[in-house]
């Protein structure tokens, strides 16, 4: 009964899009005068980055009308509701954007205006069941047209052989109400974007924008929150600051991880040793792990393994149950090719650089830096204080835009991935260097997502 009850409830305060069926991507706004904030961010943050800028995707809105959720005029000289919601569905065979409207012989003649010069053909509305339509094929291909009905209109443009799915899809939402839709429901904001897997809520003003989100199938470990961590009071530095407490479920998907990238910078070392370490050493972890990424130095090409390695400078930290019982574990390590004891652990030289693995406490902690290693040792509290979620970072954009800055060309032609940072470094390094500091938090949800939130921050405005 409880149970029932908290279920209608959120859907009752889900926002209701009319979303089309078969949709990729979904875009809802509930209110387009809530915006306001919002739109301040993202004009402020596009003179850095004009991909943000909100005449850089206004096209996208509507098929056929030219409209800017920033400059109300426009939706009113359309004859469309400035403080309506609008949902834009993307689809295979085309897009479907609904609008609220408030006058509808406006709008009519204000689209009979937009398709023809879109190179639509003239088409006389016809009406059923108190349903408008008009749909007409277009010169370059392709139709478009609407469904209106009272002050609801879902107007489309469709590919070659989209159109009639596309008209019926449009009849079908104009004529009845949106259903709440509960994945919008778990996360907050004035806009929403839903594509496969995640969904994100955005929010803004002019010096901050504010994403909250979930999200499936993200390569990170299920995290599990706990009353205290040992790096709770540390303060973030360097370029990415994280601390975590993973679920034991994803304790060993970590350990995993680090060892088969140690592994590939270090082929001598013999893979069943180093597999036993690991899992001895995982089994003694509480869970507790700490990130701290200082900064970026690339030395050669990054399509290299030991290049990727070594190009973020960084240490880990993790929480252990036994000391003892760690030191013992790793004891084989000293006899791995390029291995050197060290008072506290061991100095491994592997091909690119060394690898140093020290324990300190109950805190083992490995790294690729000398320097990031001892500093993130010495930097470690003598007390645990709690963590307000299960994961949290800290991000320091000016950093981030100097290491993508430092992927060459010739990586770029070469690796998908290598070209995805050329082009975020080239689409968003400008706003990361003007911008103040990029915070957030993680925590696992239910069916294997993750829930995240993150906060960018611009400086003041002068």
């Known amino acids: 009964m409880f149970s029932s009850l908290v279920l209608a409830a959120t859907l009752a305060a889900a926002p209701a899009p009319r979303s089309a069926a078969s949709a990729q991507t979904v875009v809802h706004v509930p209110k387009l005068d809530a915006m306001t904030g919002l739109s301040a961010f993202l004009e402020r943050a596009g003179t850095h980055a004009p991909v943000l800028r909100p005449s850089a995707w206004r096209a996208e809105l509507h098929p056929f009308l030219v409209i800017d959720p920033t400059k109300p005029e426009t939706l009113s000289e359309a004859g469309l509701d400035p403080a309506g919601p609008a949902t834009v569905s993307l689809r295979e065979d085309g897009r479907v954007s609904c609008l609220r409207?408030?006058?509808?012989?406006?709008?009519?003649?204000?689209?009979?205006?937009?398709?023809?010069a879109a190179g639509g053909e003239e088409a006389k509305p016809k009406t059923s069941k108190g349903v408008t339509t008009v749909s007409v094929s277009r010169a370059a291909g392709g139709a478009m047209g609407y469904?209106?009905?009272?002050?609801?209109?879902?107007?489309?443009?469709?590919?070659?052989?989209?159109?009639?799915?596309?008209?019926?899809?449009?009849?079908?939402?104009?004529?009845?109400?949106?259903?709440?839709?509960?994945?919008?429901?778990?996360?907050?904001?004035?806009a929403y974007l839903a594509s496969g897997g995640t969904v994100v809520g955005l929010d803004g003003t002019g010096t901050a924008l504010k994403v909250d989100g979930t999200a499936l199938k993200?390569?990170?470990?299920?995290?599990?929150?706990?009353?205290?961590?040992p790096y709770g009071a540390m303060k973030a530095d360097g370029m990415l600051f994280s601390r975590a407490a993973v679920a034991p479920a994803g304790v060993a998907q970590a350990v995993g991880s680090l060892r088969a990238t140690i592994q590939s910078v270090c082929p001598a070392c013999p893979k069943e040793q180093v597999q036993a370490m690991a899992d001895s050493v995982a089994k003694q972890l509480t869970g507790n792990l700490l990130v701290n990424m200082d900064y970026v130095q690339v030395r050669g090409s990054l399509r290299a393994p030991e290049t990727r390695f070594f190009a973020v400078r960084q240490a880990l930290a993790a929480e252990v149950t036994d000391a003892a019982a760690v030191k013992s574990a790793l004891a084989p390590?000293?006899?791995?090719?390029?291995?050197?004891?060290?008072?506290?652990?061991?100095?491994?030289?592997?091909?690119?650089?060394s690898v140093f693995v020290?324990?300190?406490?109950?805190?083992?902690?490995?790294?690729?830096?000398?320097?990031?290693?001892?500093?993130?040792?010495?930097?470690?509290?003598?007390?645990?204080?709690?963590?307000?979620?299960?994961?949290?970072?800290?991000?320091?954009?000016?950093?981030?835009a100097r290491g993508l800055n430092q992927v060459s060309l010739s990586d770029v032609l070469a690796d998908e991935q290598l070209a995805a940072l050329f082009a975020i470094s080239s689409e968003l390094g400008?706003?990361?260097?003007?911008?103040e500091r990029i915070t957030g938090w993680m925590d696992s949800a239910p069916g294997g997502a993750h829930r995240f939130s993150l906060t960018w921050t611009l400086p003041a405005a002068k």
Do not use: H
């Open 101 to 116: 409207v408030k006058d509808a012989k406006l709008f009519q003649t204000k689209a009979a205006e937009a398709i023809t």
């Open 333 to 353: 390590m000293g006899s791995f090719p390029g291995a050197k004891a060290l008072a506290d652990g061991w100095a491994l030289a592997v091909k690119g650089g």
């Open 430 to 435: 400008p706003l990361l260097e003007q911008s």
């Open 147 to 190: 469904a209106l009905k009272g002050q609801d209109v879902c107007s489309f443009g469709a590919t070659d052989t989209g159109g009639p799915a596309l008209l019926k899809e449009a009849v079908k939402l104009v004529g009845k109400a949106p259903a709440p839709d509960a994945r919008l429901g778990n996360v907050s904001g004035v």
């Open 358 to 400: 020290r324990l300190k406490d109950k805190q083992l902690v490995v790294g690729n830096d000398e320097a990031v290693t001892q500093a993130t040792l010495a930097a470690l509290p003598a007390a645990g204080a709690k963590l307000e979620r299960a994961a949290d970072f800290s991000l320091d954009p000016k950093r981030l």
């Open 218 to 229: 993200l390569p990170l470990p299920p995290f599990q929150a706990k009353s205290t961590s």
